[in-house]
Nanobody, 124 residues
């Protein structure tokens, strides 16, 4: 069974940086896409970024492009989301997710596995 456990959330000020981690376990992720979504307060879950476990190809939402970097450490079975220049509108629960096979997707229902999430709060 796939397990995804996020960590690294917290309360920061606008302009700060934060790195989220997602420890993945339960199977080999060779053919998987690992991604990050977020759910702002009172809003729908939205795509942030994704990375192909094999090859490391990445995909980003427009809101994340240029500020966030998604990466994976195959040896540690961990996916990261490095966030810079954080804004109050980045506030939300950040969830790690996984789908089998390419391509990456911004559609939440294409992802079968989800972590519990980690809270990120950015104050102005």
């Amino acid at each position: 069974q796939v397990q995804l456990v996020e960590s690294g959330g917290g309360m920061v000020q606008a302009g700060d940086s934060l790195r989220l981690s997602c420890a993945a376990s339960g199977r080999a992720f060779t053919n998987y896409i690992l991604g990050w979504f977020r759910q702002p307060p009172g809003k729908e879950r939205e795509f942030v970024a994704a990375v192909a476990w094999s090859g490391g190809n990445t995909d980003y939402a427009d809101s994340a492009q240029g500020r966030f970097t998604v990466s994976r450490d195959v040896a540690k079975n961990t996916v990261y989301l490095q966030m810079h220049s954080l804004k109050p509108e980045d506030t939300g629960i950040y969830l790690c997710t996984a789908k089998y096979r390419r391509p990456t997707s911004s559609y939440r229902y294409n992802y079968a596995y989800w972590g519990q999430g980690t809270q990120v709060t950015v104050s102005s």
